[in-house]
């Protein structure tokens, strides 16, 4: 108890169809290679340097608090993914895939960030000229008391459902919400304050926003 991993090397998870886990915090400035199985982390830590999965094989950040002090770098044609993770950025978010996890704290999207599952809570800010992509069937969930501030674009695609928990959202002036798909965007105590442009623009069925609007 008590261990803390720091890698300035490579560790590498060459042999073992199943799962190797790594239990204490892993503080990362080298390099995480998977070439088979799974290879988990459970103690959270920090994740800069290289990380990269081979085909068929998965790097899961499973479990504990993970900062990332930049843009991750991850490589390969396997899986990386943040599971039961909470997510912590130290930097704008310029170029990002959420799969899983929360992402917490207070975020800046200054890129695009393309959120496919998981969870967003704390302060989260999408930037003018920056995009959040909503895809994927997974639900998305603002967990209770996020605030979402837009001023550039979210785009909301596919199957998955929408969530929101006892969370603020803002539409800003010259922001857009836009809705390409029949899907319903639920809540429990949310509200959604409209200032900019909320357009459906792909769909042939219904969209339906649950939570109360405030339109200006």
Do not use: C, R
């Amino acid at each position: 108890s008590g261990a803390v991993f720091h890698n300035a090397g490579m560790v590498l998870k060459s042999a073992g169809s199943g799962t190797s886990a790594i239990n204490l915090p892993f503080l990362n400035t080298g390099v995480v290679t998977n070439q088979t199985g799974t290879l988990a982390f459970n103690g959270g830590g920090t994740l800069g340097g290289t990380v990269g999965a081979a085909a068929g094989a998965t790097i899961n950040f499973a479990a504990g608090n993970f900062t990332l002090n930049a843009m991750p770098v991850f490589v390969g044609l396997g899986t990386v993914q943040f599971t039961g993770s909470f997510i912590f950025f130290t930097v704008a978010i310029s170029d990002f895939t959420l799969t899983g996890g929360t992402l917490a704290g207070t975020n800046t999207v200054s890129g695009v960030l393309n959120w496919t599952g998981g969870n967003i809570s704390g302060v989260f800010t999408v930037a003018s000229n920056a995009t959040l992509n909503l895809s994927g069937a997974a639900t998305k969930t603002l967990i209770s008391s996020a605030t979402v501030t837009n001023w550039g674009t979210m785009v909301w695609t596919n199957s998955g459902l929408f969530s929101a928990g006892s969370s603020q959202i803002y539409n800003q002036p010259g922001a857009v919400f836009e809705l390409q798909n029949d899907q319903t965007f639920v809540h429990s105590g949310a509200v959604f304050h409209n200032a900019g442009m909320v357009l459906k623009s792909a769909g042939s069925g219904t969209s339906t926003i649950n939570l109360p609007l405030l339109n200006t």
